[in-house]
């Protein structure tokens, strides 16, 4: 693995505690009605999202390694085009 890919996957992490963090103790409407929440979540699944496509772009093996990789990038997608 690149040491590139290690801080790529670092930030996939960091991003992903920091959204479970976020979101502990919130419910559904929580998130509807706290614009703040929403942009905080949105932005780290952008974070997530960037860091795996480069990662694709520089470490395809490593990529591939990762459980419903393309899954992750489609969710990313779709929640950017919903929000527009």
Partial sequence: MQPDSRKLLADVH??????????????????????????GVYWKFAVIGEALSQLRKIDELTFDRITESWKILAFETRLFMDIR
Wanted: no cysteine; net charge negative; aromatic share 8%.
């Fill in 14 to 39: 960091e991003a992903a505690k920091d959204i479970a963090a976020f979101v502990k103790g919130k419910d559904i409407d929580d998130f509807a009605n706290d614009e703040l929440l929403r942009s």
